[in-house]
């Protein structure tokens, strides 16, 4: 993710609380899985509902845009121990990423361990966080925006190969339309179109 504009990103979020917690795409999973912006928040997050026998109800909010002071994150994410040790807590507890998710059993994770532990860290931040938010240790506020390609986002869904570039209306781009952009992978392969749309949002001008 780039950020293609300072006022979604820094300018709205002056007036909050400075030590709550913000996310500034909480319903970025909420809305295609569940339909509605607030899902993590009235649900709960998805390994409370795979807990439970239910593979699609709940949402989780997503790994980006997570915004609170460094106290917040260690206490709510018990981050006091090393990156090995947090990794074997995602890893071994068997509760986060997409192979557990689907009900696939542990043997995959060995031949397909990148599969089976994607999202793992947005499982864990999102139940963790969730978790706070209920028991009233951290004051939460969600910020959303529509992050489709034909909402406020560049998406690299709409990367087209032949001509290397995205699918955007410059103009859109130039007003300040849109938040950001999904980028495509490799870097090296989308460089010149992103440098573009970088020039046009004038993000590195204000």
């Avoid at 599969?115 to 969600?142: P, R």
Wanted: glycine letters at 8%; charged letters at 25%.
């Amino acid at each position: 993710m780039l950020p293609l504009q300072k006022k979604y990103f820094i300018d709205q979020i002056k007036g909050d609380g400075d030590d709550w917690y913000l996310h500034l795409n909480a319903g970025g999973i909420s809305v295609p899985r569940r339909g509605k912006l607030d899902a993590w928040l009235t649900e709960g997050p998805v390994t409370y509902h795979i807990e439970r026998g239910s593979k699609h109800t709940g949402a989780d909010l997503p790994g980006h845009y997570h915004i609170s002071k460094g106290k917040n994150f260690s206490n709510i994410y018990n981050l006091n121990i090393s990156f090995e040790d947090q990794i074997k807590r995602l890893t071994e507890s068997h509760r986060y990423g997409y192979g557990i998710s689907d009900g696939r059993p542990r043997e995959d994770a060995k031949t397909d361990p990148t599969w089976y532990y994607w999202c793992a860290e947005e499982n864990y931040s999102s139940e963790k966080l969730w978790e706070a938010v209920k028991e009233n240790k951290i004051i939460f506020k969600g910020y959303c925006y529509n992050n489709s390609n034909f909402g406020n986002r560049v998406d690299r869904s709409h990367w087209n190969e032949t001509e290397k570039n995205y699918l955007y209306n410059p103009e859109e781009i130039s007003l300040g339309k849109k938040v950001d952009i999904h980028c495509a992978r490799p870097f090296d392969k989308q460089q010149a179109a992103l440098l573009q749309i970088v020039q046009l949002s004038g993000i590195l001008n204000k």
